[in-house]
Antibody, heavy 122, light 110 residues
């Protein structure tokens, strides 16, 4: 069974930092590209970032570019999102999401974690 | 404001059919595959349609996807109470170089 388990969410002050982790199991993590998607309270889904299998292709939403950094450790079956300079508008549930088994973006978000809540507030 | 426009809500009686539109532009829907996701209350989103008109294994054929020009459509036939959820279209925008979700449509079964 495919499992994606996010962790690292919590309450952080504006301007602070947080690192989200996603532990993958039930599939060959090193063979799939990955994404982060978020949903702010009462709002729709927003794609945040993509990282390819080899980490050679990385993309970000304009709203987080320059502040967030996505990375992965294929040996540890793990995906990460380092979030710096956090703002109130970054408050959301963050989902770890599996893409296709291609080393480039496709957009088939086929497996989702349960999400971790990040709250940015003073 | 999303670059993909969906109606805020649609509704129909059990057993009926609904369609959800997703309107985009030449930089997104017209030149890339369209994806549809179902977000049930209290659950994580789920992939319903990929590559515009394909269903992942386990998704019933009551769900269908299509595209024409700069618009895409999700169809749900034989509506069930369990279909009450938010539905999102998504695609890659070549001008913005980002993956964009539609604004979302809430489906209500009357």
């Amino acid at each position: 069974e495919v499992q994606l388990v996010e962790s690292g969410g919590g309450l952080v002050q504006p301007g602070g930092s947080l690192r989200l982790s996603c532990a993958a199991s039930g599939f060959s993590f090193s063979a799939y590209s990955m994404n982060w998607v978020r949903q702010a309270p009462g709002k729709g889904l927003e794609w945040v970032s993509f990282i390819s299998i080899t980490s050679n292709n990385i993309y970000y939403a304009d709203s987080v570019k320059g502040r967030f950094t996505v990375s992965r450790d294929n040996a540890k079956n793990s995906l990460y999102l380092l979030m710096n300079d956090l703002r109130a508008e970054d408050t959301a549930v963050y989902y770890c999401v599996r893409d296709r088994n291609y080393d480039y973006f496709w957009g088939t978000l086929s497996a989702w974690g349960q999400g971790t809540l990040v709250t940015v507030s003073s | 404001q999303s670059v993909l426009t969906q109606p805020p809500s649609v509704s129909a009686a059990p057993g009926q059919k609904v369609t959800i539109s997703c309107s985009g532009s030449s930089s997104n829907i017209a030149n890339y595959y369209v994806f549809w996701y179902q977000h049930l209350p209290g659950a994580s989103p789920k992939l319903l349609i990929y590559d515009t008109d394909k269903r992942p294994s386990g998704i019933p054929d009551r769900f269908s996807g299509s595209k024409s020009g700069t618009s895409a459509t999700l169809g749900i036939t034989g509506l069930q109470t369990g279909d009450e959820a938010d539905y999102y279209c998504a695609t890659w925008d070549t001008s913005l170089s980002v993956y964009v979700f539609g604004s979302g449509t809430k489906v209500t079964v009357l």
